[in-house]
């Protein structure tokens, strides 16, 4: 059975930081994009930043892009989401996903894209 379990998620301060982790059970995604999205409150859930399988060319959206850091760790089968310089508006629940596709050079950034999905993780950033 596949899982997705994030983790790192907690309340800090305007400017803080926090890293976030994702670890994936269950199979291997070595070869499969991974990505972050979150959704705050009364909104939709939307692309935060996404690790093409090689590990080359992230994507990021561009109102986290100079603050926020993916990488990932194949051996470990865990991707991570650095969040540096919070602010109020990065207050949400961040979702890591797996994309069952192999070997895809450009990641997606749309949820549709993503096949596995985890619980999620809250993120508040107070001001």
């Known amino acids: 059975q596949v899982q997705l379990v994030e983790s790192g998620g907690g309340l800090v301060q305007a400017g803080g930081s926090l890293r976030l982790s994702c670890a994936a059970s269950g199979r291997s995604f070595s070869r499969n994009s991974m990505g972050w999205f979150r959704q705050a409150p009364g909104k939709e859930r939307e692309f935060v930043a996404a690790?093409?399988?090689?590990?080359?060319?992230?994507l990021y959206a561009d109102s986290v892009g100079g603050r926020f850091t993916i990488s990932r760790d194949t051996a470990k089968n865990t991707v991570y989401l650095q969040m540096n310089s919070l602010k109020p508006e990065d207050t949400a629940h961040y979702y890591c996903a797996a994309d069952l596709l192999q070997f895809r050079r450009t990641p997606p950034v749309l949820a549709g894209g993503y096949d596995y999905w985890g619980q999620g993780t809250q993120v508040t950033v107070s001001s």
């Open positions: 690790m093409p399988w090689n590990g080359l060319s992230p």
